[in-house]
Each structure stands twice: as C-alpha cells, then as structure tokens.
C-alpha cells in the first residue's frame, strides 16, 4: 500500500472515530486538532496563474486547493480529502484575517472555494459561519459582500478599544490566564490577566479552518497560522505588544494557542500566500512590501506552517538586501526594537506542532 493510501486511510479513520463534541472545555483528546494527523506535513501548492496584476484568478486557486489538500490527505479526489476532516452535522467556522486592508487580506476566491469544499463533504451551508473578532473590520474589509449565500457571519467585540475588556462575545470560563498587563491595567484584577475565548469557538463551531496568510509582523515576525489564532480567538491582546519595546509576543501566541479548545477545534489550516508580505506588516504599511509568491501552503500543524512560512519571508527579505526577521532592527515601517518568531519554537515545545525545519515533510508542487 503506497504512502499517500495510508495517510488517507488513517485520516479517513481518525474523522470516523471523532465523536461530535459536547463540551467546549474538554481537553484536547482526537487526533485531528492540533497538531492533528499530519504533523509536520507541509503541502506547497504554486501556481503562477493563480494571480495576474494583483488580482486573483479563481480557476487556479481552486486548483491549488483541491491539489492541496489531496496531497495533504493522500485521498484519491478532493471531495474525499474534505471528508477527511469534515462530515455532515459538523459546524465549521472559518477565520479570516482582515488586517492589512485593502492591500493584504483573505480573499473571496480561497474562502468560496473552501466553502465548496464542506458542501462537498456534506456540510450545510448554514452551518459554515465566518469569522473575525471584530464586527467593523469584518465590514470594512467588504467580506459580507462575498459570502456566499447561506454562510453565516459572526464577530466577538464591535470594534478596537483601548483595553479589549468586554466580555459580551467571549466565554468567561475559558481563558488563557498569563503575569501579563496593560499600563492602565489593574495587577491585582485577574480579569486584566486574563484574554477570554470568544463564543464563535466556545460555544458556535465543533469545527475551525484557519485561513491564514503569510505576512511579516512587527512585534510576532510573522502572522500565518499560529498568530491569526492567538489574536483572533481571544480579547485582551493588546498586552502582548504594548509599546515598541513592551513585547511578548514570543511566549503570548503559544500560550493562546495551548488553550484545550483551540487545539481540539482547529483542525485545518489553509494559508494564502498568493499575495504574501516580507515586511511592514501587519497593517497597511505592507502595500510597500507585497510581492506575488503564488503559492499556498495546507497542513494539520500550524507550527510547521509557520515555521515554513518564516524561511519563505526571510528568503524573499535576502533577495532584496534586508536582514533575516530574527536580526532586524526597527525601521520606518516596523516600529518594535526586536520582533518575536520565537513563538514559532515555544509552540513547538508545547506540542503544538513541529518547529525544527529539518523534520518538517515539505511536499512542493506546481501546477499550470
């Protein structure tokens, strides 16, 4: 029996034996949440059609997608390799990522095609809800406009506040509870400790697909898999980068990410690189820095996506004469003394995933 058989066998198996889950506080127990049954698995998918002038093409992406996740799966068609992770009954989220509006964000074309996915494996779609934490960056960032019909949309807080205390969309019995505080926080006040885990994946979804893209970061390195997680899945964030040498990014994101709830629930990431920025992220500062890599990458294990996705910026950053992230300093368009990719290794010791890039299984493929 080949490599590819067995993989889709035992995914095929381990998809038979989750049980739909009935407490969201349960401790990661299935084998397809992080870092899932393809860890350390890395599946490559370029396509040089997939976007012309800036804009995506459809049919190449579509492409790279169902290839994408084939190989990932070793299923024999795209529609089984959905069904591998996803099966009727299942309610399935899938977080975008907004920020870097208008230049860098998730895009229409990726998300309707993972949407044609679920149906595919039988999920309904008013069982599919998008999502990101804030209400008007959701908005602004025009995905309302894009759903397709049917797909619910939902978001934990209206808006960006100074402190990121409110509670109405987040689930006061699970946290993530870290020696950390805002200047004008109260120490004493455990809630200030605390960031809280929004109801979307407390409370909504049995199910999450991280649609995640591969961009520099200020203060984390980069945002790909892991850090579209921690920031989006929680409030309170703010104090992990409070000023630009106020920094813990570094131990912040995979202690977000350790949350049971998280690892039990995220059991795909699909990351955009298409459209990918090797610096001045994570805001609109990238529209400098954005170059067309095409390619977009699939896998269980979001450290070794990350850890992918990190040598992938640091190669582009070589080619044009800048300094791996790990030894940049600040500049114009990156305001923190010293950025944090070390969240990618302390992930990896939590056993979140697999960080050491020598045993990541990277699987390149390029179609058209």
């Known amino acids: 029996m080949n490599r590819a058989r067995r993989d889709f066998l035992s995914g095929l198996a ?3 034996a989750l049980p739909l889950m009935k407490s969201a506080s349960a401790a990661p127990s299935n084998s397809l949440g992080i870092p899932g049954p393809y860890r350390a698995k890395v599946v490559a998918v370029h396509h040089p059609a997939s976007v012309i002038s800036g804009n995506y093409q459809r049919e190449p992406v579509r492409q790279m997608i169902r290839r994408g996740l084939t190989e990932l799966t070793g299923a024999p068609d795209w529609q089984s390799a959905f069904k591998v992770f996803f099966q ?17 964000i998730s895009s229409a074309e990726v998300f309707q095609e993972l949407v044609a996915g679920l149906e595919a494996a039988g999920v309904k779609r008013k069982d599919i809800v998008a999502y990101d934490r804030f209400r008007k960056m959701f908005l602004s960032g025009g ?5 397709p ?24 019995d ?26 979307f994946l407390a409370k909504d979804v049995n199910k999450m697909i991280n649609l995640g893209v591969v961009k520099h970061h200020q203060s984390a390195g980069v945002t790909i898999a892991l850090k579209n997680m921690s920031h989006g899945l929680v409030n309170n964030v703010s104090r992990s980068h409070v000023s630009s040498s106020n920094n813990a990014c570094g ?8 949350m049971a709830t998280i690892r039990k629930k995220a059991v795909l990431h699909v990351i ?8 001045g992220g994570p805001g609109s500062t990238v529209r400098n820095y954005i170059w067309e890599h095409k390619t977009m990458y699939f896998g269980t ?12 910026i640091d190669d582009k950053r070589e080619q044009v004469g800048m300094k791996p992230i790990a030894l940049a300093y600040r500049d114009k368009d990156s305001n923190f003394v010293r950025m944090q990719p070390e969240h990618i290794e302390i992930a990896g010791l939590l056993g979140l995933g697999e960080s050491d890039e020598s045993k990541i299984n990277l699987k390149k493929i390029t179609l058209g």
């Open 272 to 279: 955009d690189g298409v459209l990918a920025a090797y610096h």
């Open 143 to 147: 995905f309302d406009k894009w759903l």
């Open 14 to 16: 381990a998809s038979a």
């Open 174 to 199: 699970q946290y993530m509870e870290m020696a950390l505080v805002l200047p004008k926080a109260d120490p004493s006040n455990p809630h200030h400790r605390r960031s809280y885990l929004a109801n």
């Open 149 to 172: 019909e049917g797909v619910r949309w939902t978001w934990a807080s209206d808006d960006i506040d100074a402190m990121q205390l409110d509670m109405a969309g987040y689930d006061p």
């Open 88 to 104: 009727p009954g299942d309610v399935v989220g899938i977080k975008v990522n907004p920020v870097g509006q208008p230049y860098l």
């Open 301 to 312: 294990d979001p450290v070794a996506l990350d850890r992918t996705g990190l040598t992938v």
């Open 251 to 258: 131990m912040f994101i995979p202690t977000v990410i350790d």
